[in-house]
């Protein structure tokens, strides 16, 4: 059964277990020990809500972060919208992980008063494009590397 609920700092060490897979299958060299999970994720300034499902052994499955940035950010999200970032084990795709997130941020979108999310995905990456047209995410905007997808969040 899968369980969420927003991540809290003692979260981290898992959500860098969790990352680091998936990262190192893209090739990236980005952060992702427990300290950099805390401050960019559990307790970023700009954050909204950043969830976790876990199974019935405690084990994390996938987090899912939703920060409302300021002006002139680095992700160019414009301003007012939410960015969004999904992160699912390797081993648990497409099994409702990924669904059960969003219905919480969702949540927090429409409470934030924000009105549209935004995901960047790289467009090497069609598992994630999937998953956020499956959410009902529309290209909005496609560079060299990424594919910029728009949710437009109803009350």
């Known amino acids: 059964m899968i369980t969420t609920r927003e ?7 898992g959500m860098s277990e969790l990352i680091t897979p998936i990262l190192e299958g893209w090739g990236s060299n980005r952060r992702r020990d427990p300290e950099h999970m805390r401050a ?16 019935e052994t405690g084990q994390i ?5 939703l920060i409302l940035p ?14 969004i970032g999904t992160y699912v084990a390797v081993s648990n795709g497409r099994s409702g992980i990924g ?7 969702l949540d927090a979108a429409r409470k934030a008063g924000i009105t549209d999310i935004e ?5 090497d990456n ?16 496609l560079t060299e590397t990424l594919d910029r997808k728009r949710y437009r969040v109803s009350p």
């Open 70 to 83: 300021k002006t002139a950010n680095p992700y160019n999200t414009p301003d007012g919208w939410g960015e």
């Open 40 to 55: 960019n994720y559990i307790e970023h300034t700009d954050n909204i809500r950043c969830t976790i499902a876990y199974d």
């Open 7 to 13: 991540a809290r700092p003692e979260d981290a060490q």
């Open 126 to 141: 069609p598992q994630g494009r999937a998953y956020y047209a499956a959410m009902g995410f529309v290209t909005h905007d």
């Open 99 to 105: 669904r059960a997130m969003f219905a919480d941020s």
């Open 119 to 123: 995901a960047s995905i790289g467009r």
């Open 61 to 65: 499955l996938g987090f899912q972060s």
